[in-house]
């Protein structure tokens, strides 16, 4: 069994920064890429970043040039640097990552519970 386990979220204030970790956990042979996901109320689920085993990272344009993605392969963690934070940055973000468990070269997508963000004054 496979674990996703975030943690960081919390109130900020606009212009403040949060730090989320994610760890993977369980029967794991290798995580092809990691990534972070948000939603807000009444919104569909939406890319935030994501970074590959190895290769370029990937943001959505509403998060580039504040927000940083970054992963220790070692310990199956990845974490998300949110900088510069704004009011509709306000969501339960999720992490997720591509893991292969049995067989090498099959990898399932696994989420995370959530954490909620929320940038208020």
């Known amino acids: 069994q496979v674990q996703l386990v975030e943690s960081g979220g919390g109130l900020v204030q606009p212009g403040g920064s949060l730090r989320l970790s994610c760890a993977a956990s369980?029967?794991?042979?290798?995580?092809?890429?990691m990534g972070w996901y948000r939603q807000s109320p009444g919104k569909q689920r939406e890319l935030v970043a994501t970074?590959?085993?190895?290769?370029?990272?990937i943001y959505a344009d509403s998060v580039k040039g504040r927000f940083i993605i970054s992963r220790e392969s070692a310990e199956n963690t990845a974490y998300l640097q949110m900088n510069s934070l704004k009011p509709e940055d306000t969501a339960v973000y999720y992490c997720s990552a591509q893991i292969s468990r049995i067989t090498p070269s099959v990898f399932v997508t696994y989420w995370g519970q959530g954490t909620q963000v929320t940038v208020s004054s």
């Open positions: 369980g029967n794991i042979i290798s995580i092809r890429t």
């Open positions: 970074i590959p085993s190895g290769g370029r990272t």
